[in-house]
């Protein structure tokens, strides 16, 4: 990032369970700008960004397409 910080973060699915988990291990530590987001807005994010083109149907954002992801 421009300010320094650093987001790194990996995908692992598991086409068994049906999930994913997002591991975001050697991201920086919180800083004091406000450009972050919340925990629920990074699940938010990872069901948009990084499920959603991985499946053929729309996602229902408000059906508990949240579930499989840790």
Same mark, same amino acid.
């Given at each position: 990032? %421009?300010? &320094? +910080?650093? /987001?790194?973060?990996? /995908?692992?699915? %598991?086409?068994? +369970?049906? &999930?994913?988990?997002l591991d975001f291990?050697?991201?920086?530590?919180? *800083? !004091?700008?406000?450009?972050q987001r919340p925990? &629920?807005?990074?699940?938010?994010? &990872?069901?948009?960004?990084?499920?959603? =083109? *991985?499946?053929?149907?729309?996602? !229902?954002?408000?059906?508990?397409?949240?579930? =499989? *992801?840790?």
């Open positions: 990032m %421009d300010n &320094g +910080a650093v /987001i790194r973060v990996r /995908i692992a699915i %598991d086409r068994k +369970a049906r &999930g994913a988990v291990t050697g991201t920086s530590a919180q *800083l !004091p700008q406000q450009f925990a &629920g807005g990074v699940h938010g994010c &990872g069901a948009v960004r990084v499920s959603a =083109p *991985l499946v053929e149907d729309e996602i !229902p954002m408000n059906a508990g397409c949240l579930k =499989p *992801l840790e």
